[in-house]
């Protein structure tokens, strides 16, 4: 269970963001609508929010879930594999001092973003993208063996992100797309398939017994309500013009 969320809200900045989406720029006063009712919608499946303020410093850095790994145990600032985005990371290791006594940090040459780090119980799939290389998924390795976790690393071929393509809804469920239906490190589980037209709601988000699923993709929350989550749908069109999605804009621990 989950009982605090770090959130940061979008800059005017969010515009010069880095996509490949090739959906037009988002719109900054309708990311803030949509972002403050993200914010509710975690704060209704049970969670205590803190929300830094904007850094127009960093187009990208509503998506907090790429600076850092949090678990009950441990947080590990990340080093983010996209130039624009080092630096985003120091403010949020100061959000989690309150919470941690020490943290943990992946440390040149190696890359490592949050985004590539999907957590299944005490087991962690750590993607290796063009985001996160080798050097930094094995440091990441090495901290959660630190702390009784353990990991295997999954090599991406076409997704951004690990969790772009697969979301874990607890007790052995997977929400997967694309190259991750059939992938092999995943036959253990109880795979739900994303339909062909709704591939963007893998990224979907399990908290607190709730599954939240991008507004739009019905096929997606029909699935998942069949197999009795309670499913609360969230606007995020504008940040999936950047990329991000629903686990990208919040770090749970």
């Given at each position: 269970?989950?009982?605090?969320?770090?959130?940061?809200?979008?800059?005017?900045?969010?515009?010069?963001?880095?996509?490949?989406?090739?959906?037009?720029?988002?719109?900054?006063?309708?990311?803030?609508?949509?972002?403050?009712?993200?914010?509710?919608?975690?704060?209704?499946?049970?969670?205590?929010?803190?929300?830094?303020?904007?850094?127009?410093?960093?187009p990208d850095s509503t998506f907090v879930e790429d600076t850092a790994v949090v678990t009950e145990k441990i947080a590990v600032i990340?080093?983010?594999?996209?130039?624009?985005?080092?630096?985003?990371?120091?403010?949020?290791?100061?959000?989690?001092?309150?919470?941690?006594?020490?943290?943990?940090?992946?440390?040149?040459?190696?890359?490592?973003?949050?985004?590539?780090?999907?957590?299944?119980?005490?087991?962690?799939?750590?993607?290796?993208?063009?985001?996160?290389?080798?050097?930094?998924?094995?440091?990441?390795?090495?901290?959660?063996?630190?702390?009784?976790?353990?990991?295997?690393?999954?090599?991406?071929?076409?997704?951004?992100?690990?969790?772009?393509?697969?979301?874990?809804?607890?007790?052995?469920?997977?929400?997967?797309?694309?190259?991750?239906?059939?992938?092999?490190?995943?036959?253990?589980?109880?795979?739900?398939?994303?339909?062909?037209?709704?591939?963007?709601?893998?990224?979907?988000?399990?908290?607190?017994?709730?599954?939240?699923?991008?507004?739009?993709?019905?096929?997606?929350?029909?699935?998942?309500?069949?197999?009795?989550?309670?499913?609360?749908?969230?606007?995020?069109?504008?940040?999936?013009?950047?990329?991000?999605?629903?686990?990208?804009?919040?770090?749970?621990?």
């Open positions: 269970m989950f009982r605090h969320a770090i959130v940061r809200k979008p800059c005017r900045n969010l515009v010069r963001g880095i996509s490949t989406a090739l959906l037009g720029k988002p719109d900054y006063e309708q990311a803030l609508r949509q972002h403050a009712a993200y914010v509710d919608a975690l704060r209704s499946c049970g969670l205590e929010v803190i929300v830094l303020e904007a850094d127009e410093r960093f990340s080093s983010p594999g996209a130039p624009s985005r080092r630096g985003e990371e120091g403010s949020i290791a100061e959000a989690l001092k309150s919470f941690f006594p020490s943290l943990e940090y992946i440390k040149p040459p190696g890359t490592l973003e949050g985004g590539d780090v999907m957590r299944a119980g005490d087991y962690f799939y750590i993607g290796l993208s063009q985001r996160t290389n080798r050097e930094g998924a094995s440091q990441l390795v090495q901290i959660l063996e630190k702390s009784g976790y353990a990991a295997s690393l999954v090599p991406l071929e076409r997704v951004l992100h690990l969790k772009t393509g697969v979301a874990y809804l607890e007790n052995k469920k997977l929400l997967a797309a694309g190259e991750f239906i059939a992938h092999p490190v995943f036959r253990e589980f109880h795979l739900i398939p994303a339909a062909e037209d709704e591939l963007y709601a893998a990224n979907s988000l399990w908290i607190n017994g709730w599954v939240l699923v991008p507004a739009g993709f019905e096929k997606t929350k029909c699935a998942v309500e069949n197999l009795g989550y309670s499913v609360k749908t969230v606007d995020v069109s504008e940040f999936r013009k950047l990329d991000g999605g629903l686990s990208c804009l919040s770090l749970r621990f």
